[in-house]
């Protein structure tokens, strides 16, 4: 079975810019969330969605937005890039696992870089 | 606001010793608790989920230990070996609606021959 996918893999973008990054789930896997981890630091979320709707928010500025599609794959939009974006944005998908709550599972990420 | 600390932040080892690896949490009221391993540059791999009733969950070499009212968790890896080297991360999953998890910072670890 194909784990989580992220495209693209690299991005190298300018000051200013717009960016979108995708991620399609596990097959069968409803919930998608993201996460910035910055060189040297544990990840951080960003946003949680379950069947198209965003069901948490972490703590980032408007520039950053998201949405799920019908087919349960995420896109992560980031508008007016600042050099602090650059990050390893990774992609998660979730199962629920009963009484033990949700198992994430991550995809490989994107490396954004921003010059 | 949970935080999630991780001791120590780098370890090196030689092949065949155990060792065990330290998360604490400041807040309690978590509904589970996962540890994760990273590869330079790449993804994270889930290697244990604990549920926030659990003591310990066991895969393999590994073991992970949970004590939710002292706020602290451990990963044991035993005979260890040079594949293991990598950076470990602990995360704790809270009992919003989102599930969000909050990681530490890491542990990196590298087993020599």
């Known amino acids: 079975d194909a784990g989580v996918t992220q495209s693209p893999t690299h991005l190298i973008k300018t000051r200013g810019q717009h960016v979108t990054l995708r991620c399609s789930p596990i097959s069968g896997h409803k919930s998608v969330s993201w996460y910035q981890q910055v060189l040297g630091q544990g990840p951080q979320f960003i946003f949680q969605?379950?069947?198209?709707?965003?069901?948490g928010r972490g703590n980032f500025p408007d520039r950053f937005s998201a949405r799920q599609f019908p087919n349960y794959s995420s896109e992560l939009n980031v508008n007016a890039l600042l050099l602090g974006d650059s990050a390893l944005y990774l992609c998660a998908s979730r199962l629920y696992r009963g009484l033990a709550g949700w198992e994430q599972y991550f995809g490989p990420g994107t490396r954004l870089t921003v010059t | 606001k949970q935080e999630v600390t991780q001791i120590p932040a780098a370890l090196s080892v030689p092949e065949g010793e155990n060792l065990v690896l330290n998360c604490s949490f400041t807040d309690s009221a978590i509904y589970n608790l996962q540890w994760f391993r990273q590869d330079p540059g790449k993804g994270l791999t889930s290697l244990l989920l604990?549920?926030?009733?659990?003591r310990e969950q066991t895969s393999g070499r590994l073991n992970a230990s949970l004590d939710k009212s002292s706020g602290r968790s451990t990963l044991y890896i035993a005979a260890s070996q040079p594949g293991d080297s990598a950076t470990y991360l602990c995360a704790v999953g809270d009992t919003g609606t989102a599930s969000k998890l909050t990681f530490g910072t890491g542990t990196r670890l590298q087993v020599t021959l």
């Open positions: 969605y379950y069947e198209k709707e965003e069901r």
């Open positions: 604990i549920q926030s009733s659990q």
